[in-house]
């Protein structure tokens, strides 16, 4: 193996220690346009795209990837701006990991909306929740029962009308009053709050066991 340690791009989707106790690795803030070549060009053993910026700060573009690729160093994509890259690459070699990619690759998600979502630049930590773990969590209650199939769609198409910064559960329950069943609502708040339905994480977790493996 070498000596040099992958380069991971990661931000609110894991934290880092959870990370590091996966794979030992240069962790890095959400990529931005030019640091994924950048990093290519320091020839590490693999580069691990998980998070990247939105809005105001340029994201590396589909050609970047590209040259980064034709570097010859592996790069793997998950989660976030890693799983919509991916989908884009994956033709050129770009490794794609996850639920996320597959729903992107299968066109069951088809809006970067669905993985976006606003963090603090302090410390990384999310402060909005994205529509991709809304829908995980809505589709397990839908599971077990506690809410109905034509309910979760509802709740969906509320959720797709908020602005990503201010999707939350909170806001989505708020909107959701007079549309949903009050005790479904109730009931689908406790299930949330009880349990782990961060399909983000999850994945991010992937992309780090696929990228042990690989090394």
């Not at 990370?19 to 890095?28: F, K, M, P, S």
């Not at 884009?88 to 992107?104: A, T, Y």
């Not at 302090?122 to 109905?148: M, W, Y």
């Not at 910064?165 to 009050?182: D, K, M, N, Q, W």
Request: net charge positive.
């Amino acid at each position: 193996m070498s000596a040099k340690k992958p380069i991971i791009f990661l931000g609110p989707c894991l934290p880092r220690a959870e990370a590091r106790a996966l794979l030992e690795a240069d962790y890095r803030p959400p990529v931005r346009r030019g640091d994924v070549l950048a990093a290519a060009r320091e020839a590490p053993p693999l580069i691990g795209i998980i998070d990247g910026v939105f809005m105001h700060t340029l994201a590396p573009s589909p050609r970047e990837v590209l040259q980064a690729i034709e570097t010859g160093v592996p790069i793997l994509g998950s989660s976030s701006l890693g799983a919509l890259r991916a989908v884009e690459l994956e033709p050129f070699g770009m490794v794609g990991v996850g639920r996320i990619f597959e729903m992107f690759k299968r066109r069951e998600l088809i809006a970067d909306d669905e993985v976006a979502l606003v963090f603090s630049s302090e410390d990384l930590r999310a402060l909005s929740e994205p529509l991709v773990n809304i829908r995980h969590a809505l589709a397990a209650a839908e599971r077990a029962g506690l809410i109905s199939g034509a309910e979760r769609r509802r709740l969906i198409r509320v959720a797709r009308g908020i602005y990503f910064p201010e999707r939350s559960y909170r806001r989505l329950f708020r909107e959701a009053e007079g549309r949903v069943r009050p005790e479904a609502l109730a009931a689908l708040e406790g299930f949330v709050r009880s349990g782990d339905h961060d399909l983000k994480a999850s994945d991010a977790r992937a992309l780090l066991v696929e990228a042990r493996r690989r090394l």
